[in-house]
């Protein structure tokens, strides 16, 4: 006679907890100090009501209309720059004094001549950041006395001269090798050399933005002959530059300056203004969501780089 088989009955696989953890927001004002607005137990935290300046920005449309034809004609649209605006709860558990020195710090940041940095970083470790400066506080006068209580709540409107939340920086370089022989003399430890794939005649870099990204550009001596550029257009850098030195070219319309000095691979020092030896150059950014051939050349054993930060209209 057979035996009986006690078995555990079939309970289906519970379903996968979905995990939701919120976007980080922190402040990083002009003197340095860094603020966790996200973060109750830091005694400085956004409300979460009213929070403006994280999503989209606000454009100007302009359209042109005649009492002759239906519709309008789209002219074209700018981004306004941006409002944001914090509904802001300060507060200290341990005295009187320890929270108005928390409150003096945090004012201390906000200057309407020293912007500072709003950062937004997502569960992933990505993150953004929007230059602000201060602008206003609403303030209704005070129900309470904060010093007493030990905590207060701002209204603070600041402005980001410049919309567009920007991600990291995304750089990339090509060394202007001189060129070996394939072959080795006999008697060598290899008999041939292999030389890089990566060359300036292949050249490009992503902007994985919203916006167009104006790139600045650094040349590296030595060179005799240098031209830098996106697409069609190249601008020519028409001087030497020797060895330990280079030359920085922002091409941002708002910034467009050119700074020569001495260069240690990483920092341009005592740089000196040579704008005006470029002449009118007409510069060209990467478009946004693209990666486009770059145009570059050199004559020397230096190198190019270019670096571009993308630019989002939303905070994630």
């Known amino acids: 006679m057979a035996g009986i088989v006690y078995g555990i009955p079939y309970s289906p696989p519970a379903p996968p ?3 939701f953890t919120g976007v980080a927001l922190t402040w990083t004002g002009w003197d340095g100090s860094m ?4 973060d109750p137990s830091a005694g400085v935290f956004l409300r979460n009501e009213s929070v403006e300046g994280l999503g989209a920005p606000e454009w100007q449309i302009w359209t042109k209309t005649s009492p002759a034809v239906s519709g309008q004609h789209y002219r074209g649209s700018v ?3 941006r409002r944001v605006f ?9 005295s009187s004094m320890d929270w108005v020195r928390r409150d003096q710090a945090l004012w201390r940041t906000m200057d309407p001549d020293k912007p500072g940095i709003w950062k937004a970083t997502l569960p992933d470790g990505s993150s953004r950041e929007l230059s602000c400066r201060f602008e206003s506080v609403q303030d209704d006068g005070y129900s309470i006395d904060p010093v007493r209580q030990g905590w207060a709540v701002y209204g603070i409107a600041l402005t980001a001269d410049k919309p567009f939340w920007l991600g990291k920086t995304i750089s990339r370089t090509w060394q202007n090798r001189v060129p070996k022989d394939f072959f080795n003399a006999p008697g060598k430890a290899t008999p041939y050399n292999i030389s890089s794939g990566s060359t ?24 005799t002959v240098a031209s830098v550029g996106v697409g069609d257009t190249a601008v020519p850098v028409p001087f030497t530059i020797p060895e330990g ?3 920085l070219l922002d091409t941002d319309p708002t910034e467009q300056i050119a700074l ?5 691979g990483e920092t341009l020092r005592n740089p000196v203004d040579r704008t005006i030896d470029l002449g009118s150059a007409s510069f060209a950014p990467i478009p946004a969501g693209q990666s486009v051939p770059l145009n570059i050349s050199m004559t020397g054993a230096g190198s190019i780089r270019a670096e571009i930060r993308p630019r989002y209209r939303r905070a994630w």
Not at 260 to 264: E, V
């Open 260 to 264: 020569y000095g001495d260069w240690d």
């Open 245 to 247: 030195k280079a030359i």
């Open 79 to 81: 981004v306004q720059a």
């Open 35 to 38: 603020w966790d607005l996200t």
């Open 200 to 223: 300036m005649a292949s050249a490009s870099i992503p902007n994985t933005g919203d916006e167009p990204a104006w790139p600045v550009w650094v040349i590296a001596g030595p060179s």
């Open 17 to 19: 907890v979905k995990a």
């Open 86 to 94: 914090w509904p802001l709860f300060i507060y200290h558990d341990d």
